[in-house]
C-alpha cells in the first residue's frame, strides 16, 4: 500500500508541475493569508478613526471566510481537478486492472486532501495571527488544528461532489463556481444569526468548520461543533464515494 501511495503521490507531483493552473492553486492559500495580514490592521484602524466602527469582533468571521473556506475550496478544487485529469488520462480506468483496489485511490486522495488542507489553514492562520495578534489569540492555536482537520472534511465532500457531477475539468471548473457560492458564501451568514436558526445552515458541510470556530473565539464550547460536524461529513462522504467508485473510469 505504502508503494502505491507513493506512485499516486509522484503523479500528483507530475501533473502539478506540466499544469499551470494547478501550479497557481497551491500557492493560492499564501495569496489569501496575504490578504488577510496586510490590510486587516490598518482598515481597522481606519474604520475605527474615521467611522468608529470596531471591525475586532467581526474578525473570526474574517478568518473562517478568507482562510478557513477559501483553503478548504482551493485544495478541493486541486484535487478534483486532478482526479479528472486522471479520469481523462485513463488512469482510473488502469486502476480497475491493477492489484489497488479503489478504494486505496480514494482513501490516498482523502488522506491527502484532509492534511494539506489543515496544513494551509493552520499556516495561514498563524501568519496572520502573526502579522495582527488579535486575529488569533493564542488560547485558540489548539483550536485551529482541530478546525483544520474538520474543514479538510468538508473539502472531501467538496471534491467528491465535483468528481461526481463533472466528466471533465472544463465541466469541473464550472462545478467549481457554482458550488463555491454554496459552501464559500452561505456558511458566512449564521455568524449574524444569534438563534437556533443558525442550524438551518448545517446542510452545508462548511458551517460546521466556521461555527467550531466562532464558538472557540467567542470563549463559548466549541467541541460539539466538531462531534455532530465529523458524523455529518461523514455521513455525507460515504455515499459520494460509493457514486464515485461506481462512474470512475
Not at 139 to 152: D, E, Q, S
Not at 200 to 210: C, E, K, Q
Not at 238 to 248: M, N, S
Request: proline share 7%; glycine share 8%.
Amino acid at each position: 500500500m505504502a508503494g502505491a501511495y507513493a506512485a499516486f503521490g509522484s503523479n500528483d507531483l507530475k501533473g502539478v508541475r506540466r499544469d499551470p493552473l494547478l501550479a497557481f492553486v497551491v500557492f493560492s492559500p499564501f495569496c489569501y493569508a496575504g490578504l488577510v495580514a496586510i490590510p486587516t490592521g490598518p482598515v481597522t484602524g481606519y474604520l475605527a478613526d474615521r467611522f468608529g466602527f470596531d471591525l475586532v469582533p467581526y474578525y473570526p468571521l474574517i478568518m473562517t471566510s478568507f482562510l478557513t473556506l477559501g483553503c478548504a475550496m482551493i485544495v478541493a478544487a486541486l484535487a478534483a481537478l486532478l482526479i479528472l485529469d486522471e479520469r481523462d488520462a485513463g488512469t482510473l480506468t488502469a486502476l480497475r486492472v491493477v492489484p489497488v483496489p479503489m478504494r486505496a485511490f480514494v482513501g490516498y486522495r482523502a488522506t491527502t486532501i484532509v492534511l494539506v488542507t489543515t496544513l494551509y489553514i493552520v499556516v495561514s492562520m498563524v501568519i496572520s495571527g502573526f502579522a495582527v495578534p488579535a486575529l488569533l489569540p493564542a488560547r485558540l492555536l489548539p483550536v485551529t488544528v482541530l478546525h483544520g482537520l474538520l474543514a479538510g472534511l468538508s473539502a472531501v465532500v467538496v471534491a467528491l461532489l465535483m468528481v461526481s457531477v463533472a466528466h471533465n475539468k472544463v465541466e469541473g471548473l464550472a462545478v467549481m463556481r457554482g458550488v463555491g457560492i454554496l459552501v464559500v458564501g452561505l456558511p458566512c451568514l449564521p455568524f449574524f444569526i444569534h438563534n437556533g436558526w443558525q442550524f438551518a445552515f448545517g446542510v452545508l458541510p462548511t458551517y460546521w468548520p466556521s461555527a467550531m470556530f466562532w464558538a472557540a473565539a467567542r470563549g463559548e464550547t466549541w467541541w460539539p461543533y466538531l462531534l455532530i460536524g465529523v458524523a455529518y461529513h461523514i455521513a455525507l462522504i460515504v455515499p459520494l464515494y460509493r457514486r464515485f467508485a461506481r462512474t470512475a473510469g
